[in-house]
């Protein structure tokens, strides 16, 4: 199987990844990432050989990364020193996932002090997480600058957003480029999602707040922020100022509850399994539980999520919805029939006492939209129906403001004022 190849050393003299090369197999992809001989070595090595440029080591590995993406590899083999390997364990931790599979071969280069001193004052990985934060903070953004839609429902008690899929750095294709989650199973690693979620909250108004996610688990649980946090659940409430709750969505709804009477907010993922099993009212019931709301100043806005244009389920799960209201369930003697999750949230949120004003989703056409169909729209939104398993994440956000923190009033993001033509950002060197 073709695997790509990493010589490394511990600083500009090691000659340690170098030494190992003759073991290198001949299909190999060999890529060399510093050091004069190292670049020696380049340029003798002929077409499966290639010095990686960049200003920092931290560049230089990102570069490598996007070559191995290009190639469609995931075994690196990398061939080092002891202290390179420290440093290369590092970056693998930052720039890779669990997709990749990372085999060190090492050697001490003799005539290098780096290899032979074993009284080295600092740690292999020392600095190596802010050169990467340095590193991606100021690479251009791609798909053009961030872009966050905001519902006219919410007041300005409240910041809050729903992201879209533009202004980040992520350059695989179905991640580009604003992928708000890193996956053990996906190509886009911890530094990046990180520097995405940092250019996010300053252009949402909310850097540096920190941001607190629902750890998904497709279900009904929801955590009162004041108590003890559960490994897993669905949704967040919380009556605190200065921090951040967001729920993550990629076809699954993202909805976001405020109280501005009692100054309590919410956010929550809303999948078919969740919708089913009653996420939505469960938020608001925690609302009312923990924080004294009434159900009648609830407000709920619906984000991006995939429309019963595009969403079809397995005849038997998609009849489940029957049970919510028969309109729910677009056509019933299909063998995947078409099902339209909104319409069973806003259903299930009305009947709990949620008042039809209150909710702001498709179904509203007098103010500007925010619930736009995720697999339509894909120069807007990422969306697992779509892309497949290796999809990206929006968010919505939500976060209750002081009140020095409320802005003045300005225009909106709206998508239907933007161009939807952009061409596909590719992979870059």
């Known amino acids: 199987m073709p695997r790509a190849v990493l010589i490394h050393g511990c600083g500009p003299s090691c000659t340690a990844g170098s030494s190992l090369l003759p073991e290198v197999a001949p299909d190999s992809q060999v890529f060399v990432l510093s050091g004069k001989l190292h670049r020696d070595l380049a340029s003798r090595g002929g077409a499966h050989v290639h010095a990686l440029d960049g200003g920092s080591t931290a560049e230089r590995v990102f570069r490598f990364k996007q070559r191995v993406d290009l190639l469609d590899l995931n075994t690196v083999t990398v061939l080092t020193s002891p202290r390179g390997r420290g440093l290369m364990t590092r970056y693998q931790q930052l720039l890779f996932t669990a997709v990749y599979t990372f085999k060190y071969k090492v050697v001490v280069d003799v005539t290098c002090p780096g290899c032979t001193d074993s009284a080295h004052p600092d740690s292999p990985g020392e600095g190596v997480e802010e050169e990467v934060r340095k590193f991606l903070q100021q690479l251009p953004a791609l798909r053009g600058g961030v872009t966050v839609l905001t519902s006219t429902l919410i007041p300005d008690t409240f910041g809050h957003g729903f992201s879209t899929r533009e202004g980040g750095v992520s350059y695989i294709p179905t991640l580009s480029s604003l992928n708000l989650f890193s996956s053990s199973r996906r190509r886009d690693p911890v530094a990046v999602v990180t520097e995405n979620r940092r250019r996010l909250a300053v252009h949402g108004g909310f850097h540096p707040k920190p941001l607190h996610l629902v750890k998904v688990n497709h279900a009904s649980d929801v955590w009162v922020m004041s108590k003890a946090q559960p490994d897993s659940y669905d949704a967040i409430v919380t009556d605190q100022s200065g921090v951040v709750v967001a729920a993550p969505g990629a076809d699954c709804m993202t ?24 996420v939505a009212m469960a938020t608001v019931k925690a609302m009312a539980t923990e924080f004294g709301c009434q159900v009648r100043d609830i407000l709920v806005a619906v984000g991006p999520s995939v429309g019963a244009c595009c969403f079809t389920l397995d005849r038997q799960e998609a009849l489940q919805f029957v049970s919510i209201h028969p309109d729910c369930v677009v056509d019933p003697e299909s063998d995947r029939p078409h099902v339209n999750i909104r319409l069973a949230n806003r259903l299930l949120l009305q009947r709990g006492g949620i008042l039809p004003e209150h909710i702001h ?18 120069r807007l939104f990422f969306s697992h129906v779509r892309d497949g398993a290796h999809f990206g994440t929006q968010v919505g956000f939500l976060w209750i403001r002081e009140t020095e ?25």
Not at 409 to 424: H, I, K, L, M, Q
């Open 255 to 278: 909805l976001l509850f405020t109280d501005p009477v009692k100054k309590v907010g919410g956010a929550a993922h809303a999948g078919w399994k969740g919708t089913l099993m009653g």
């Open 405 to 429: 923190d409320r802005p003045e009033d300005g225009p909106e993001d709206r998508p239907e004022d933007r161009p939807e033509d952009r061409p596909e950002t590719p992979l870059i060197f």
């Open 361 to 378: 989703d498709d179904a509203v056409t007098t103010r500007p939209r925010v619930t736009l169909c995720t697999s339509c729209h894909p």
